[in-house]
């Protein structure tokens, strides 16, 4: 009896686990060294890395959720550009 409720605890812990592997994406990152920034529209929460250290680089934070949309910066705070642009 005990070992099968091990193995059911073992089941759902892993089932959390992988779930929520799945749902954390990488939301705003880029931007050092003239590349492109990028952001998201978290729906969920938007979990902040580190912000603009010289030792860091750039503002990074991870989305614990769905990213509804992503927009492209130039630069940091540059003009918008279209994500798919390899610059």
């Not at 089932?15 to 003239?34: D, F, H, K, Q, T």
């Not at 979990?47 to 250290?53: F, G, I, K, S, V």
């Not at 750039?58 to 940091?76: A, D, E, L, Q, V």
Request: aromatic fraction near 8%; include cysteine.
């Amino acid at each position: 009896m005990r070992s099968r409720i091990l193995y059911i605890a073992f089941l759902v812990g892993s089932a959390i686990l992988l779930s929520g592997l799945l749902v954390v994406r990488e939301c705003a990152y880029g931007g050092g060294m003239g590349a492109a920034y990028k952001t998201c529209n978290c729906m969920g929460i938007e979990w902040e890395m580190y912000d603009q250290t010289p030792v860091d680089g750039p503002r990074k934070t991870i989305c614990i959720g769905i990213i509804k949309s992503r927009t492209c910066y130039r630069s940091m705070g540059g003009p918008v550009i279209d994500c798919s642009d390899p610059r």
